[in-house]
């Protein structure tokens, strides 16, 4: 069964450092996503993507998040400069109808990042 | 703005119990979907149902939807200690996100 594949699975950083989150969305899908979960909390949406470009994004998707699509396969999240509070399980999901058609999303296993 | 609350905050049952969860959202929707989460692990899709539809069932799983009242339940019935998750649901309306909601820990006990 296709999958999204995350990398990497875990990843620490200091403070102030950029990170670069990657994933593999499935290849006939159109629609990508990012959502984060702190520790212990709920799932948050940050961004969504179509057609090269941000469809929409949360208030937490500020000017230290940007997101990619460099070529055919790969959808990037990027923090410029991490803070502590960056720390959470980073998930990337996609989908070939965009979240209100019958499809669902298809999430991957999550990037766990720690900001010390 | 949208958003799932599910209730119970953790659900602790014998195995062969049914464990019911209930959601209650704020605004129209589409549809509502549940997943459930393994500990550690990524969301994996369970159940769709359409914001005209009342009820849907899927193997040991159950959905109701009452929009009137803004809210629905997630019915598992004989449960199995692999049932042992966080369960969400989430909520779509016109914008092309889901919303989730804090979710329910439920423990089946062998």
């Known amino acids: 069964e296709p999958e999204v594949t995350q990398t990497p699975s875990h990843q620490v950083t200091q403070m102030g450092q950029e990170v670069i989150l990657r994933c593999v969305p499935i290849?006939?899908?159109?629609?990508f996503y990012w959502y984060r979960q702190i520790l212990g909390q709920k799932v948050e949406f940050l961004v969504s993507?179509?057609?090269?470009?941000?469809?929409?994004k949360s208030e937490i998707f500020d000017d230290q998040f940007s997101v990619e699509r460099p070529d055919g396969s790969n959808f990037t999240l990027k923090i410029r400069s991490t803070k502590l509070e960056d720390s959470a399980m980073y998930f990337c999901?996609?989908?070939?109808?965009?979240?209100?058609?019958?499809?669902?999303?298809?999430f991957g296993a999550g990037s766990r990042l720690t900001v010390l | 703005s949208q958003q799932g609350e599910e209730d119970p905050q953790a659900l602790s049952i014998q195995e062969g119990e049914n464990a019911t969860m209930n959601c209650s959202y704020k605004?129209?929707?589409?549809?509502l979907q549940w997943y459930r989460q393994n500990s550690g692990r990524g969301l994996v899709h369970l159940i769709l149902?359409?914001?005209?539809?009342r009820e849907k069932h899927s193997g040991r799983l159950r959905v109701t939807l009452d929009t009137s009242k803004k809210s629905s339940s997630l019915l598992i019935t004989a449960s199995r200690a692999a049932d042992t998750a966080s369960y969400f649901c989430?909520?779509?309306?016109?914008?092309?996100?889901?919303?989730f909601g804090q979710g329910t820990r439920l423990t089946i006990n062998p």
């Open positions: 149902i359409r914001s005209n539809e």
């Open positions: 290849s006939n899908h159109l629609y």
């Open positions: 993507f179509y057609n090269n470009e941000i469809s929409e």
């Open positions: 999901a996609s989908n070939i109808q965009g979240a209100t058609g019958a499809n669902v999303l298809t």
């Open positions: 989430a909520t779509v309306g016109g914008a092309q996100k889901l919303v």
């Open positions: 605004t129209s929707i589409n549809n």
